[in-house]
Every structure is written in C-alpha cells, then in structure tokens.
C-alpha cells in the first residue's frame, strides 16, 4: 500500500519561508494534498496539485512535485505566527472511492 | 453555511460502556469517511462509506461499527471491543467523484 513520510518538527522565524517536506511510495498516487491542522482542530484543506502537474502557486504557498522521486514539498513564504500548526501531506487515488493515505503531519513552530 | 459538523467536541465514556459519535454533513457528498488520530501516527481509516447504505472498513476498523441509513448522517459507533478507544476521532466527506475530503472539527473521547 501507499506510504507518505514526513518529517515530524520545523521550526522558522517570523518572516522567512517555511518548506515542509513529504516522500510517497505509490506512483500511481494522481492527488497530493497538503492540510493544516491547528490545535484541537480538524483539517484544513490548503491546496492540492494533481500529478501531471510540477508546481502550483496560491499566495504565499507553492507547491512543487517531482513525480519521479515522488517527492512533495509545500513552501510558505514570509511565514506568520497564524502558520503555526500541524501539516499533513496526503496522497490520494482517483475513480470513484476516494482512497487517501496521510503523512504523519510535521509541526511548523514559527519563532516571532 | 454547508459543513461538516461533528458533536460533542469532548466525550468521556467508562470502561466497557459503548458509545456513538455523531457526524452530519450538508454538502450533499456521496462518501463519507471516519478517521482516527493519534499522537505521532497521523491519521488512520476506520470505515468510509461510499454512498446511502453502504460502507465499507478501513485499515482499523476491529472495534467501530458505522451506519449510513441518510446521505447526511454517518454516526460511528465505538464499542467495549476496541482495545485503546481514548483517541481524536475526524470524521470527513467528499463528493462521490472529486478527490478533495472536507474534515469535520473532530471529537476528542477519553475513556476513563
């Protein structure tokens, strides 16, 4: 089955960029998802890139896939301490069931 | 406002005794999904339903039970058999052919 590793903790100073990053397994995988998750919260869809896709920009966040090392990373520039919180990176497949499988989620602490 | 509601926020239960998540949602998506979430693993399927009727069991379902008897509804059911029941329970929806999975704001169970 799929497999989407991230790293547990970051920490970034007010201001600068955040990049997050996640490995998935499965190249079949045709969504890849990143969600926030603020404390004692449920998730927050941010954005999404499908897989025939190599970057998307929305704001402050761009996301950029490399399919053939089926690495995902999610970057969040002049980050703020609202940016704290859980990011979850999710791989998913499409037809009909949605099959998603999440990463363990990272911790962005920003440091004002 | 369309969403996705989950009640009570907070529920502690006794030992042994059964108890029943509520989730409703009114954005008139197909699938439905239950989720578990513990401390450093992420998220894990417990059942997800693809339409009225129907549901099917996720990676750690031993211990759940679910029904969909209305498209707005999927109420999980968490019984004496589940062996470590304290957990934050996420429950999430999708429109039958679209990808994207909208969470509710979750419900935290400790049982006691």
């Known amino acids: ?112 | 406002d369309g969403g996705i509601t989950q009640s009570p926020k907070y529920l502690f239960r006794k030992e042994g005794q059964n108890v029943t998540l509520s989730c409703e949602q009114n954005l008139n998506h197909d699938a439905m999904y239950w989720y578990r979430q513990d401390p450093g693993q992420g998220l894990r399927l417990i059942y997800y339903s693809q339409i009225v009727n129907d549901f099917q069991k996720g990676d750690i379902a031993e211990g759940y039970s679910v029904s969909r008897e209305k498209k707005e509804s999927f109420p999980l059911t968490v019984t004496s058999a589940q062996k470590n029941p304290t957990a934050f329970y996420l429950c999430a929806s999708s429109i039958e052919q679209d990808d994207e999975q909208f969470f509710g704001p979750g419900t935290r169970l400790t049982v006691l």
């Open chain 1, 1 to 112: 089955g799929e497999d989407v590793e991230q790293s547990l903790f970051l920490s970034v100073r007010e201001g600068d960029s955040s990049v997050i990053n996640c490995t998935y397994t499965d190249s079949s995988s045709t969504y890849l998802y990143w969600y926030k998750q603020e404390p004692g919260a449920g998730l927050q869809l941010l954005t999404y890139i499908f897989s025939n896709m190599d970057m998307k920009q929305d704001q402050r966040l761009t996301v950029l896939l490399n399919k053939k090392d089926k690495h995902l990373s999610l970057r969040i520039a002049d980050t703020q301490t609202g940016d704290s919180a859980i990011y979850f990176c999710a791989a998913g497949l499409s037809g009909g069931y949605q099959k998603v499988t999440f990463g363990i989620g990272t911790k962005l602490q920003v440091i004002p």
